[in-house]
């Protein structure tokens, strides 16, 4: 490879590498090969796309920043705010920041945040919307949750459109995830057709950070903070007695990002159960075929395990909420309480006595107060999503790729999902820290796989 | 643009931006448009380089991750390991991750630590390096420091090279800034020279995140956080009193990327002033103009200054270290202490008294325990820097560019150096935080900026 | 009265203090006078017992501190220590100071800390104790849990007698709660029986800090800082719902002490219910009412209980764990869940839908560093327990009272039990800052209640 | 002694104990007996004054509490809050508790907060005082410094009065120090002197814990646990280098609280200087030969001292502030610069180099949020002063003695100044934690100590 930056190597490399975890993995850079990285996979230095590219479009986002040339006059605008979904650590920050950024840069006197998410908005409420004044906003930024309200659920997106002309709203701000984009979508879209000129601007939140074409969202590190501290203390119970198993159950429904993380984060995790990569409990190649032997030759052990991994318990009761996704924190069918029921009934029956401790932080992670990281975050995203809105851009959210903020046309978000990929680095990470085996699984194939990170 | 992730925007966009403070930078994207963001910048979706990339071969790094193909037999080889320079949140895990991933995936038996830096190192040292056994590294990262110790300057490159020698060391980890790469690299010309096979490889460490082609620098984040509370205290107090004044001093000699990320995790500061932007204290719209007029309008200030801002300070006295850099940290010369008396004198002056409280973190920002994204951060380093060294990669450091893991020659490295680029997003966020205007200064030309984020 | 430090008031007192809160409470103080405070009620200056005191003694406690003479020979002796029970924050803490204060004060030689708990002093054990020497205990105060390792449990005295004897221990350190200083206090018995002159001294430990005698266990200042954490988190969520109810279980099998500090701590609690004080779900004046009506007022609310508040929940089973300890923890009877699940029941089938958060720490709140104040008291607790040791002192526990450090007789301590008094100022001050009314409830009876706080 | 609580020893005790640096102490208990503590002190059970104390009453404080019969008609009486001097860490949880008292459990509806400490309250002012409503306090304390704004120095107590007058205030609580202290003994003075019937209750607040006849001022623990942050860094620096020096400095103008109890929370210090304390840097027995010694030995060394170690400092110049206060902060006269100057030359002159760090929280340790066990103080200080101003007390604070809280006539408070003793436990401890020798001074004699903890 001629690219400039050169790196030199000792010599011919002729020994097998033991690195047989990395086997089944495909890097998929370059060509596909099959596992382990190739010598001449390179990372590009300018990941800018060049203005006038001549012939050959590459696949790219549009750039998020301000324009020179704005849509909306600042003077005659009015902005409105919604947050919807559960909460998540640096909402307030981002409030703040449009804010802001709005009044103060650009001078647009009539901020709005409706209460209650969507509730708020709808034509019918009596829900009087907050100013969001400099002296309303002014600290909220040191609290967690959502200074506004917020709720799960939209009602028909027609007395939300009539909500938006009832306050007169130019610009709308919808902080919230999967359901709240496609609620924006659709405002967006019933907005048009009544022949309203009205920007919908997504900012993407999401504890679990599954948002596609997003490389982190915010709250995440915040989150991952917390389960640090949760799986510290489960460390300490698990070494402090023998036979100890310390039990983490951490959030992510369908993807295990927060608990690939934390796990990382730890550097004591032994094992790390997530939705993507399917395991059997029992049997020979089993998890607890393998906790039988950790126990034996180390005396205690660390789990982290997501919340969405089901497979392998049957039966399990599946419930919904308002927003029509699955709940999976009822007791009865909670993972964590089933595996540690599993576990206990494992032992219990082997004569070789156990003692697990569980901590679920659950809502901990969600609901504190956004670590500087995620705060100066937050920060960017609330201010290029004024940019966005200020020059007219319309059904899209606020993304940032490769670390640049960029625009994501809603229709694209809606249309793929992200999880944690087996074959990432990052899943690699994961077994190298803990050196976990794969666990023999029956269903090894996977679907719904879009984007990976 | 034909480029795949299309928005939609409502319309012309007719009214110019009332963003002035955007006016002066240039974005450089694309195409290098003075100021704003153009609607057809876009952000490449795949960064990974094309494997037969036909013709045109852009600028890339070669990619990190394990080989399949290893240059050194695990059984056979030593490794070593030196930490130098300052100490730094999370060196504990690179220490610790390093010794697990060598030990426990490649089966590597002998690790050394040399203690105190290259001088542990150096042939005629009597210190004995320590093991990295399992037990010796188990709960290092926990701690701050360096548990293997550390030292400034280093002694001539051939005793550090007849060290490697007596020990036998294969493969050598240096963990340390500027200066350690330099000595990494001259270390590895002269162990070529002796026709001895080592591969030496650097994992980058730096407080002030200012080494090039590499996105962000272990330890950062956690000194943001601390540097964050410093911020908080300084607010607190600046606001408990009337015409209260907050000045906060951060790391920083020569690059404001702690200063900068602090202030903007922060959202309540009101000035960050950094050595790539040169300012005046005095005269019509210089820095204590500006402080004036907050004080009578808002009746307190929160200010973050850079270790490094110097200029404007005539007469600074200099010192320097063993290392041969700039000792700032005398009161003589200490930034701080002079701003803090500029400031004071000035309203002594001036009859409109201001009280003043002045915070050094310090060290205080570096001594910590890593953050929870730290100690991911520090353990996907040391684990890439062990599958660089395994495949006999030598004279690199370990980087992530884009959040992907890379190799880069110590030789480009070191013929660059990375700054805040005033011109940039960050800096633009900076100013749209803080709503500071541009100081004046008589010095506006600005040298040696090579590398920007 | 004429005591040395008068105060002075305005005049005469002619108006009835609106605190109905206080009625029913009777402070004791002075005389037993039924509720408020008396002018007349002092606290003495001075609470050291005069030496010679003539003829009235009144109650007190021996004093500890270093004794001039001693009854071990420090180079002769051999000191044990054992940590049983659950974990606390502060256990290393302990330790570290027991070990530092024999070796480094008194120039003892051999410290063996025996494995998990007592089951490693067993004579019939094949664990090998750990020798705590300085390289062995100095980091081990940055972390949680236990180093030497507990269990519940114990076996038969004789057999941890003949460990003593095997081991030649003449000083045993017994970190625990109830069960541990009733070993304490027969293994000192068996042993007298048998001729030996071994020293058996309690450090009291217990995460609910129900341990007669003692102003307040080390640790409890750690938990009650996380139990915080997860209250502030739990009314962020509550407030950023419409009728949002915050719920958060905390520790406390039979006192409620972590759930009124924690509560105290937060400042934002609506009601805490503990096992002390009885309350009814159902019908007026009972808890739900109570609820419903702040939720039609204030649109959320924030609880607190304590783990051990089960009564109102008929047919709560029950099990019992390997110390004879209720299980409170499990699912079914899981006091959390049972709440959890009467307020949802409740607000279904009422029509008025309450979004309900809830949030049990668990076990993190007892797993993690101690603070800054834990520390200190362990420091203290292990040095005094070290002094009485080695004068020979045996059959006791090193207590505090009203800030003094003591010696406790074990028969003392064994004898009585420690509440939350619901006519303390505890509660009263419970009270003023939740404003919750005093829920109805149809036995009013308490009992076992002896030492209060 | 035939105290209640009877504890068993051994047997005879022959042997001498080596603790020889609790010699020189005189702990005073009982009968001023030099040295150690003998078997027949005690500590008292109860320490309640009996009501009808028959002949001899022993000192005491009144009890303080909520009073049946009160002065103040709620629905008529105006109340003041001030707050005066430095922050400390919890004044906004005071201010919140006070003002949450007084309306919601009281019903006293006019609250007024002056603004910047006296200054607001000066009757010559144009500061519009806040009402202390429910909306305005909510959520303050989660913040850190004080809502109300303070200041240094008071003007003419007669135009305080005035202020009282004109704003009608009937109560008034001030909230400060020794300054402060002697502000509101005056006011009341001048107030009784014209007529006025105003109670003025005092809080005290001195981030140093130097106001007599309290056992612990709030903010302390919070205090403790950032200056515990700040030695935790040195420690890991001074740890990092051969022959490394980790110096912190803490706050403590007169009294060494601040550094005794983080010396402690600590752990790792291995020196700790203090005003009450006077050493000799140089010569044999002076702190900079242990220092040597130290550092031959051990290779690294961690040293606190406070700001007011001015002793051995010849020529240090001084400044005062507004209140009249000894400012230590200058560069010049800093006692952290001082020293850490003495050991640079000292092994710069000796050929043996040592690599100090240096680390000043200063304002850290008292602009942050409180800690969980000082918000439980501050939340019960305040509900007792407003019990005490509300039963029309005057001229008083609101103490806590030996764990209950008291009043205490201000006339005793600022006849007395509270200090470390060198002959009391804390000392004890320290000299057992740090095994620092006594360095040798020639002015051993010290003065105005009068209240001891």
Known sequence: MSARFATRSLGERSIRSPLSFVAPFVHGLPDGAPGFTHDDAGVLYDIELPRHASHVVPRAFERAGPREMIFFDPKKVTAGVVTAGGVCPGI?????????ELRHRYGVERILGFRYGFAGLDVRSSEIPFELTTDVVRDIHSRGGTFLGTSRGICDVEFLTAGLAKWGVDVLFTIGGDGTMRAAHMIDAEARKRGMRVAVVGVPKTIDNDIPFVDKTFGFDTAIATARMAIDAAHAEARSVDRGVGLVKLMGRHAGFIATHATLASHDVNACLIPEVPFELGGPGGFLAWLDERLARRRHALVVVAEGCSKGFEGLPVELD?????RFNT????????????????????????????????????ALRATAEDAIFCDALARHAVHAAMAGKTDILVGRWHRRFTHVGLDDVLAHVKRVDPTSDLWCQVLESTGQPPFRNSTSERSERAVVK
């Open 331 to 366: 007791e009865a069918g909670d993972v964590g309480h089933l595996l540690r029921h599993a576990i206990e009934q494992h032992f219990e029956g082997s004569g070789r006595k156990a003692t697990l401790k569980y901590i679920d932080p659950s809502y901990m992670v969600r």
């Open 322 to 326: 308002a927003s029509g996704n699955v």
């Open 92 to 100: 307030n920050n981002v409030l703040r920041s449009i804010a802001v």
